[in-house]
């Protein structure tokens, strides 16, 4: 499916979501951060499109939320995701009054979150938070990639899992017993943005071809 050359670019979109999270920062909903380094030639692995735009994950993601959980939750841990489907599985709902909280029940988490576990990132723990009204925490061992509304977060989901980003981040691995990456890895990672009609494209393209294939078998 060709792109609509009508699309708005996605540099655009990016200054976009630079203008929002100057607002957010300026309200004091947002911290400020450290500005990510500046993309060089070098770093781009491969030609894009010209309405694409090359930036750094850390730059289109809102931050974390980091709490300590005070009444009943559905607690998603590394553990909680299949990772050969790629989905939420097998939470544990929590008694706050009843059951043991785990130390690292700390993140708040919303619908369609992007969980990446920085434990063994080649296992492919990563899942979209289920779609739900129910209040979720999940593990501090996963990354929670919160994109911001102009992104699409179903195309940062597959896109966190394909290989580019999966080899990258194995690569950067430290440590024996539970090799590991740092957050700030996947932040200063970079990725490429399709305007956002393509990137909506792109993700239908991909469900329909993983559901050609799943009637194949």
């Known amino acids: 499916m060709p792109q609509d050359p009508n699309d708005e ?8 979501i630079k203008a929002e999270k100057a607002e957010l920062i300026k309200e004091k909903k947002i911290k400020k951060t450290k500005p990510l380094p500046p993309i060089t030639d ?14 750094r994950l850390g730059d289109i993601l809102k931050p974390e939320i980091h709490q300590k959980p005070t009444k009943d939750f559905t607690y ?12 939420v ?6 008694n706050i009054k009843k ?14 979150d992007v969980l990446f576990s920085v434990v063994r990132p080649y296992l492919r723990n990563i899942a979209l938070v289920p779609d739900d009204t129910k209040y979720k925490v999940g593990s ?4 929670v990639l919160k994109p911001f509304d102009l992104i699409s977060r ?10 580019y980003v999966i080899s990258k981040m194995t690569r950067q691995m430290k440590g024996d017993n539970s090799p590991s990456i740092r957050k700030g890895d996947l932040q200063n990672l970079i ?21 050609d294939i799943q009637h194949m078998i």
């Open 76 to 87: 998603i841990d590394i553990a909680s995701i299949n990772n050969k489907l790629n989905k």
């Open 154 to 163: 179903k195309y940062i989901f597959h896109l966190v899992l394909s290989n």
């Open 9 to 16: 670019p996605a540099s655009v979109l990016l200054e976009k």
């Open 42 to 55: 070098d770093e781009k692995p491969f030609d894009i499109p010209d309405s694409w735009e090359w930036v």
């Open 99 to 112: 059951d043991k909280v785990a130390s690292r029940a700390r993140q708040k988490l919303d619908s369609e």
């Open 140 to 143: 501090t061992g996963f990354y």
């Open 89 to 94: 599985t097998n939470p544990t709902e929590i």
């Open 191 to 211: 990725i490429p943005i399709p305007p956002l009609s393509e990137q909506s494209r792109i993700v239908f393209k991909i469900i329909q071809l993983f559901s």
